[in-house]
């Protein structure tokens, strides 16, 4: 079966500025950490069930960084899927929410207890709720982008899912409505491409050379980058971003990325050996140019990995939510 | 007085002067045509969209978290089953936010027989739509009422079903829509767009008032007290002709227009069945699961007591599709003997 390729080797000199290149690291491994430990969580019975997206780190951190945070349509509305911890953790939400999610604890701050973990959703920063359907985003992320279009400023759309995503008719209706002549919309369009749909092998259901050819089709400029490289990443989405922000138009990016866990716990959330670790490359190439040690690294993994235990043994004290909550909020005006 | 189509469109340019209401988009709602059934003709805020349900219900979604207020339309409810996951998560946003976020969106459809509209053209949608949670559903059998319940869905925070039942849009109402000119030939003048050339074209709204039905309450359109008859869109005006006819026989029914089904008058219903003890539920969907179902359900649990009947449900047949023949249509969804027969068969049972 095949797995993710690297469509270029990291061994060109690193780009950007040290401050920049270390803020990146930290978020990183910070992601990894929270990541890990929802693992274990979920293996040591606190929690039901584990998705997440260890393995994107290098994309999704750089993401976070580049989004213009805030509320309403000023500010960039993010519609996620579930492997993006590392873009939440970038624009400043604290990893114990997401443990909270994992625990259901009536203190998950992104659903009280209700959903799984990995999905996010928080009104004060245009975080649209995560849906586990994998491909609904696609379709409502055009409403807020025609919201930002006629309201003016900078603020864009950001919409992102995977790969096996993008065969269902809501990723051509995000292509179609983006693109109408009458009113294109600021959207950066993402696909985030591991070339798995759970157990199903991209390269057996994709007949498209690259997804990125289907977003030329309707003249939205389109780029497929590495994924697993956080400064091609970080570069390819500042200009990305930026096009959309003064444009007012369409972006499509599809990054290879890499699964390091499986699909979720269905799949048994077990290490998978040939994946190529972001991380681990990206830790190579900071010692090999001399901006941080083995050492300055593994205390950093450590102290990350140590926070996250805390935050977990924190959480598993935290109450659970009262059954007689079910009935809160089906409507907004219960709030 | 203005016909359903009219008074649609008379709520929808009200709410888009005074309710903040954004858009008003689906296939063919903007000019030239302003909608199939001429619902959304001269509107300002109306754009046609790609002919992709899943887009348009996805659209208002995120036109709706943007700040925005959209009233989509889903050109025939045949081709709403198409978008059914989005309108759970469209009615689970705020469940599953744990209240953070909200939906302020309305789709409009329209529903039913009566048009000879053959197998994708007649389906009704309140049975699917009742169940799913989140969602406030309404339809309305009457002009006014149509205005009214546009009105209050145009205001709400939560996502309105709003189900249209084709084949009363053109029937007149009895009652004004506050504002509309006493001359219907007047209104027509100045709403309904001209066939032909419409480019130069633009509506004279008349000075509407508003007017809203709040959710949640019934309408008692006719008193009686052996029978009750629980009904809403195309069947209810042929129970209330129904309960006429059958006064001349000597059955008193009570009517009951449901108007909102969700949330539903259930004091309206209980009073009334604890007066007459027999009760009849009419509507048009397809009679396996449906909302009469849940209504007669509701009925045996806390008015088993008070009942001299078995309560019963007249509804549609339960069967793939609506054909196109008149014999075929007639025979598959509630007709006016149909409704006739079954409140007499039921004043006439005894315990």
Not at chain 1, 69 to 80: E, N, R
Not at chain 1, 238 to 248: D, F, P
Not at chain 2, 3 to 13: D, S, T
Not at chain 2, 148 to 163: R, S, Y
Request: aromatic share 8%; charged share 25%.
């Amino acid at each position: 079966m095949s797995r993710p390729r690297l469509i270029k080797e990291a061994s060109a000199p690193l780009q950007l500025e040290k401050e920049l290149l270390l803020r990146i690291h930290d978020l990183m491994v910070k992601t990894r950490a929270l990541e890990e430990r929802l693992i274990q969580m979920y293996k040591q019975g606190h929690g039901y069930f584990w998705i997440g997206g260890p393995g994107e780190e290098a994309f999704n951190v750089p993401l976070g960084m580049l989004m213009k945070v805030g509320q309403g349509p000023d500010y960039d509305y993010l519609h996620a899927h579930y492997r993006q911890s590392g873009t939440i953790l970038a624009f400043g939400e604290e990893p114990i929410g997401a443990l909270r999610q994992m625990k259901n604890t009536a203190t998950d701050p992104y659903s009280g207890g209700r959903n799984f973990a990995g999905h996010f959703s928080l009104k004060k920063y245009n975080v649209a709720p995560v849906s586990s359907p994998i491909e609904v985003q696609y379709a409502v992320a055009p409403g807020t982008a025609m919201v930002q279009k006629r309201h003016g400023g900078d603020g864009i759309t950001i919409v992102t899912g995977g790969d096996a995503g993008t065969a269902e008719g809501d990723f051509a209706s995000c292509l179609v409505w983006s693109t109408r002549p009458a009113n294109p919309l600021p959207i950066l369009i993402i696909v985030t491409n591991n070339k798995w749909g759970i157990s199903t092998a991209g390269d057996d259901q994709h007949g498209e050379k690259h997804i990125a050819d289907r977003a030329k089709a309707f003249g939205i400029p389109a780029k497929t980058i590495n994924g697993n490289d956080p400064i091609e990443s970080y570069n390819e989405l500042k200009t990305a971003m930026e096009y959309v922000r003064k444009e007012r138009k369409p972006y499509f990016i599809e990054a290879m990325v890499s699964r390091l866990y499986g699909h979720s716990s269905a799949s048994g959330a077990n290490l998978v050996g040939n994946e190529v670790d972001c991380l681990k490359q990206f830790e190579e190439r900071l010692e090999q140019e001399g901006h941080m040690t083995r050492q300055q690294m593994d205390e950093l993994r450590n102290r990350y990995t140590e926070d996250m235990a805390a935050a977990a043994r924190q959480v598993r004290d935290e109450p659970q939510p009262s059954p007689d909550s079910i009935w809160k909020h089906i409507y907004a005006e219960d709030k | 007085m203005a016909n359903m189509a009219q008074a649609i469109r008379m709520a929808l340019h009200y709410a888009e002067e005074n309710l903040g209401v954004t858009d008003i988009f689906g296939e063919d709602v903007g000019m030239p045509l302003g909608g199939v059934f001429t619902c959304t003709q001269g509107l300002k805020t109306t754009w046609n969209s790609p002919l992709d349900e899943r887009g348009i219900i996805g659209a208002a979604m995120g036109i709706a978290m943007g700040g925005g207020r959209p009233v989509a339309e889903i050109q025939f409810c045949d081709y709403v089953y198409n978008t059914i996951d989005l309108l759970k998560l469209a009615g689970n946003t705020c469940w599953s936010t744990n209240g953070d976020w909200n939906m302020p969106m309305v789709v409009r459809t329209p529903v039913g027989s009566g048009i000879r509209g053959s197998i994708y053209h007649s389906h009704s949608f309140d049975a699917t739509m009742t169940h799913i949670p989140g969602w406030k559903v309404v339809m309305p059998s009457t002009p006014l009422d149509a205005y009214g319940l546009l009105i209050t869905a145009c205001k709400e925070q939560n996502p309105v079903m709003f189900l249209e039942p084709k084949a009363l849009l053109r029937v007149k109402g009895e009652e004004r829509i506050p504002g509309e000119p006493d001359d219907d030939r007047q209104l027509s003048k100045m709403i309904d767009a001209p066939l032909g050339d419409r480019t130069q074209w633009k509506a004279q709204w008349p000075a509407l008032q508003e007017y809203a039905v709040p959710f949640g309450k019934g309408k008692l359109v006719r008193e009686g007290n052996q029978v009750t008859v629980v009904s809403y869109g195309r069947t209810l005006p042929l129970c209330a002709k129904a309960a006429a006819t059958l006064a001349d026989e000597g059955i008193s029914t009570e009517v009951i227009d449901l108007r909102s089904l969700w949330p539903y008058d259930w004091e309206m219903i209980k009073a009334s069945v604890q007066k007459t003890g027999r009760v009849l539920f009419v509507n048009e969907d397809t009679e396996v699961t449906n909302f009469g179902e849940h209504l007669m359900r509701r009925t045996v649990e806390e008015l088993f007591y008070s009942l001299l009947a078995a309560p019963k449900l007249l509804a549609g047949k339960f069967i793939p599709g609506i054909g196109l023949a008149d014999s075929l249509e007639m025979a598959s969804v509630p007709q006016q003997n149909d409704i006739t027969d079954a409140i007499r068969k039921l004043a006439a049972e005894q315990p």
